[in-house]
């Protein structure tokens, strides 16, 4: 079975600061990979998908995240973060058969300090 | 269009009843998903369906919860004889099809809060 890691439960950043969150997974074949943030009192929506092709993926709010295959992880990126974007991050994986069941890590939960 | 949507929003019950909770993913989706995040966890998988059948129910619980959904819409998870670590924010969500290989997005609803007392 999957299991997917997110190392930061808490992160405080000033707004302009540069964020990383870590997401590793552990899965012996070809997996999707998902980063959802969950603003707060809103429902989790997806921030950035990988499934193939450039390992690189832009998704909203100028967020970026890197798929390493040799280091099974996945981690999320933003330059420079704004008080908005203050919520939780949620990294999740789901083997690339069929079902399509996420596998979601313990979430990241963010704050940014205006 | 619409999202997904749920219902109860909460749900407060009392140890030992039932309850049932709803989902109505958006139209034209094929596939559905429940989870559960209990407070200060992840979420983890429940059941999905593809159409009306559930292939996968690996991530029930007990036997105390079930699932069903008709008309390839509308799905209920049912839980028995709740217990207080039935207490959780129960998640469904949908998506076009249940191909792992497209790597289908998931949209979730809002969640039923569940306090079992």
């Known amino acids: 079975a999957q299991s997917v890691s997110q190392h930061n439960h808490h992160v405080i950043l000033s707004e302009a600061a540069s964020l990383e969150l870590g997401c590793n997974y552990s899965?012996?074949?070809?997996?999707?990979l998902f980063w959802y943030v969950q603003y707060p009192g809103q429902h989790l929506q997806l921030l950035l998908k990988?499934?193939?092709?450039?390992?690189l993926v832009k998704g909203i709010k100028g967020f970026e995240a890197e798929f390493i295959k040799s280091k099974f992880s996945f981690n999320l990126r933003k330059p420079s973060v704004q008080w908005s974007d203050t919520a939780e991050y949620f990294c999740?994986?789901?083997?690339?058969?069929?079902?399509?069941?996420?596998?979601f890590g313990g979430g990241t939960r963010l704050m940014v300090k205006p | 269009g619409a999202g997904v949507s749920q219902s109860p929003s909460n749900k407060v019950t009392e140890k030992g009843k039932d309850v049932e909770l709803r989902c109505d993913p958006i139209?034209?989706?094929?596939?559905l998903y429940w989870y559960r995040q209990r407070l200060g966890q992840g979420l983890e998988f429940l059941i999905y369906?593809?159409?009306?059948?559930?292939?996968?129910k690996s991530g029930l619980p007990s036997d105390r919860f079930s699932a069903e959904r008709t008309g390839e819409s509308v799905s209920t998870l049912t839980i028995q004889r709740t217990q207080q670590e039935d207490s959780a924010v129960y998640l469904c969500?949908?998506?076009?099809?249940?191909?792992?290989?497209?790597?289908?997005?998931?949209?979730f609803g809002p969640g039923t809060r569940l306090t079992v007392l």
């Open positions: 999740a994986v789901s083997p690339n058969n069929a079902g399509n069941m996420l596998t």
């Open positions: 990988y499934f193939s092709g450039d390992p």
């Open positions: 969500a949908s998506s076009q099809t249940s191909g792992g290989s497209s790597g289908d997005t998931q949209y």
């Open positions: 369906f593809q159409g009306n059948s559930a292939p996968d």
């Open positions: 139209s034209g989706h094929t596939a």
């Open positions: 899965y012996g074949g070809t997996v999707n």
